[in-house]
C-alpha cells in the first residue's frame, strides 16, 4: 500500500451527487473488506453542501487481516479528520477541490480520485456572465494539494458501460492499489449484490484498464482535462462567396453563426446575418486598413451578434425539445437499454410575454396592458403552467404545433422589438470603430450582456441601451470612452442585482438608471390555532 502505516487504518472519503450511488459504493468497500478478512466501518454524512444533494460517505479499513491482529481488534472513527484521509473519492471536480478547501487532503498522504465531470453550482449558473469556475485552476489545486491525483471523465466510462458511476469509481480504487485486495474480490463483491451485476462488472472494468494502465505517470492538469472532454464539433462550411467576403480568421466563428441562424430560422435570416457582418467588417477595415488586429472585432460581433438574433422564445423551447439528439442524451443519462421505454415529462409556464412575442403589435400591446393591471393590483402575473409528457403521441404533436409556428416569429412583436435594438447596437459597434478600433471593439463585446429569458433577458438589455447612450460617445477621448464602457460592461457581469454597476456610471459621469416600479402585495394572515 502506497504510504499506509501497517497499523493505521486506510481511511476513504467519498463525494457523490444525489442519485450517483454514493451509499452503494461506500457499502462495496465495506462488503470487499469483510470479505476478505479485515475489519471495517463505513458512515454516511448527508449535507448540501454546494448543491441540493450532496453526500460524502466516511470508510475506514484496517489494511492487516483480522488474523494478523494476535486477537487485537481496531478502533475507528465515526466521521473525517482533515489532513488525515488516504483516499479522496469524487464523481465530480468541484466537489473534490472544495473538500481541499476544508483541509481533508493532505499533501504527504492523501491520494486523490476523480471524475472531470461538472454539475454546475447555483452561484455559478446566477452569473450574468460565464459564471463557469475554471476546470484547468481545479485541477492545480488538486495537484498542488494532494500527494497523487488521477482525474478522468468517469460519467462517460458509466455511459460507454451501460451503469452508474459508483460502479467505475470501484474499479478506480480497485486499480489504485491503496487497499490490499485482489480485483476478484471486488468483482465478488459486486456478483453478490444482485443488481446490474454484468454492467457494473464492465464500468468497473473499464476504469481499472484506465487507471491500471496509463496513470503511473501523472499527466499534467490541463493535458488530463483535455483528455476527457469530448473533440470539438468541427465548423459547419462557409459558401466560397462568402468565405471570399470575409477574413480566414473569422470564418470558423460566422459559419457557426450562420449555421445557428439557418436552424433557428431560414436561409433568408442568415443572409441578414452576413449583410450585418459586412457592416462591422467595413467599419473595422477603416479603422485596422491593414488587418493587423486579425479582424478581431469583426469575429467578437459574429459571436454575439449569432446568439442575439436566435433569441429564445417559445418556439425555439419546443424546437430544442423534439431533438433527436436530445432523446438519445436523455436515455444515456437514465441508462436506459434498447429494450426499455423511457418516460419525459417537460414543464412549461409560459406568460403573457411569451404569447404576446408572436402576437401583431396591437394585439400584443393590449395583452401585455391586461397583464400589467393585474400586476398593479396585486395579483401576480398571469402563467399557463403545462406539465407535457414528450414522450406521448399528444405530447409531441403539442409541441410540433408550437415548434410550426417558426414563420409567425416574423410577425410577431418580439421579433420587431429584437431586430431593432440589435441595429441599435451595431450601428454603435460601427460608429465606434470608424472612432477608434478599441472603442468598437469594447461595444462589440457588450453584446455579451444579452442572454437568457425573462427578466434576466431585459436586464442585459437595458444595461446595453444604457452603456450606449451614456457611456459610449461623449466630448473625452475615445480611448477613454473605450475603458468606461469596458468597466461598465465587468460590473455588470460581475453582479445580477446592478450596485456596481451603478456605481461604475457614477464614477464616470452617466446618469443613474431609472427605478423599476414593483407592486406591494398584501397577502390575508392565516388565523392561529
Known amino acids: 500500500m502506497n504510504d499506509t502505516s501497517a497499523s493505521r487504518p486506510v481511511a476513504i472519503l467519498v463525494c457523490a451527487l444525489g442519485g450517483e450511488g454514493g451509499g452503494v459504493l461506500s457499502q462495496w468497500l465495506f462488503d470487499t473488506a469483510l470479505a476478505c478478512g479485515h475489519s471495517a466501518q463505513s458512515t454516511s454524512i448527508p449535507g448540501v453542501a454546494q448543491r441540493t444533494g450532496a453526500t460524502t460517505y466516511y470508510v475506514e479499513v484496517c489494511p492487516q487481516p483480522d488474523v494478523a491482529l494476535g486477537g487485537r481488534r481496531p478502533v475507528f472513527s465515526l466521521s473525517p479528520v482533515p489532513g488525515a484521509i488516504d483516499l479522496l473519492l469524487s464523481s465530480e471536480l468541484l466537489e473534490a477541490a472544495r473538500q481541499v478547501g476544508q483541509g481533508m487532503v493532505g499533501a504527504e498522504r492523501t491520494m486523490v480520485i476523480s471524475s472531470s465531470a461538472r454539475?454546475?453550482?447555483?452561484?455559478?449558473?446566477?452569473?450574468?456572465?460565464?459564471?463557469?469556475?475554471?476546470?484547468?485552476a481545479l485541477l492545480g489545486t488538486l495537484q498542488r494539494h494532494a500527494r497523487a491525483v488521477e482525474v478522468f471523465d468517469m460519467a462517460a466510462l458509466a455511459r460507454e458501460a451501460g451503469t452508474v458511476i459508483s460502479a467505475v469509481m470501484l474499479g478506480a480504487v480497485a486499480a489504485s492499489g491503496l487497499l490490499p485486495f485482489a480485483r476478484e474480490a471486488y468483482e465478488s463483491t459486486i456478483r453478490r449484490g444482485g443488481k446490474g451485476v454484468d454492467a457494473s462488472l464492465r464500468g468497473f472494468a473499464l476504469a481499472w484498464d484506465?487507471?491500471?494502465?496509463?496513470?503511473?505517470q501523472r499527466e499534467a492538469a490541463h493535458r488530463v482535462l483535455r483528455a476527457a472532454l469530448p473533440a470539438a464539433t468541427p465548423a459547419p462550411a462557409l459558401p466560397p462567396s462568402v468565405r471570399e467576403a470575409f477574413p480566414a480568421p473569422a470564418h470558423e466563428t460566422i459559419a457557426l453563426g450562420h449555421a445557428r441562424l439557418v436552424d433557428y430560422q431560414d436561409a433568408a435570416y442568415a443572409a441578414l446575418y452576413l449583410q450585418r457582418l459586412r457592416r462591422v467588417l467595413d467599419a473595422e477595415r477603416a479603422a485596422d486598413p491593414d488587418g493587423t488586429l486579425g479582424a478581431a472585432l469583426t469575429r467578437e460581433t459574429a459571436r454575439w451578434l449569432a446568439l442575439w438574433m436566435a433569441f429564445d422564445d417559445i418556439v425555439r423551447v419546443a424546437h430544442l425539445k423534439l431533438r433527436a439528439a436530445r432523446a438519445a442524451r436523455?436515455?444515456?443519462?437514465?441508462?436506459?437499454?434498447?429494450?426499455?421505454?423511457?418516460?419525459?415529462?417537460d414543464h412549461f409556464k409560459p406568460g403573457a410575454p411569451e404569447l404576446a412575442a408572436l402576437l401583431p403589435q396591437r394585439w400584443a400591446e393590449r395583452l401585455l396592458a391586461w397583464d400589467a393591471r393585474r400586476r398593479a393590483a396585486g395579483r401576480e402575473p398571469w402563467a399557463l403552467p403545462m406539465k407535457v409528457g414528450t414522450h406521448t403521441v399528444g405530447g409531441a404533436l403539442a409541441l410540433r404545433v408550437v415548434a410550426s409556428l417558426k414563420g409567425r416569429r416574423r410577425r410577431g412583436s418580439r421579433f420587431a422589438l429584437e431586430q431593432s435594438l440589435i441595429e441599435r447596437w451595431l450601428a454603435a459597434v460601427e460608429r465606434g470603430a470608424r472612432e477608434h478600433w478599441a472603442l468598437g471593439d469594447e461595444l462589440a463585446r457588450c453584446g455579451r450582456l444579452i442572454?437568457?429569458?425573462?427578466?434576466?433577458?431585459?436586464?442585459?438589455k437595458e444595461r446595453l441601451l444604457h452603456v450606449i447612450d451614456h457611456l459610449a460617445f461623449g466630448a473625452s477621448a475615445p480611448r477613454e470612452r473605450a475603458a468606461a464602457v469596458r468597466e461598465a460592461r465587468e460590473a455588470a457581469l460581475a453582479d445580477e442585482g446592478g450596485a456596481a454597476f451603478d456605481r461604475t456610471l457614477a464614477a464616470h459621469g452617466a446618469p443613474p438608471r431609472a427605478a423599476r416600479?414593483?407592486?406591494?402585495?398584501?397577502?390575508?394572515?392565516r388565523p392561529q390555532g
Open 210 to 216: 484506465r487507471v491500471a494502465a496509463g496513470r503511473a
Open 517 to 525: 416600479p414593483q407592486p406591494v402585495r398584501f397577502h390575508r394572515r
Open 330 to 345: 436523455v436515455r444515456r443519462e437514465v441508462a436506459a437499454r434498447d429494450d426499455e421505454l423511457v418516460r419525459v415529462y
Open 119 to 136: 454539475a454546475l453550482t447555483v452561484a455559478e449558473k446566477m452569473q450574468p456572465g460565464d459564471g463557469r469556475v475554471d476546470d484547468v
Open 451 to 460: 442572454k437568457g429569458y425573462g427578466s434576466t433577458n431585459e436586464r442585459g
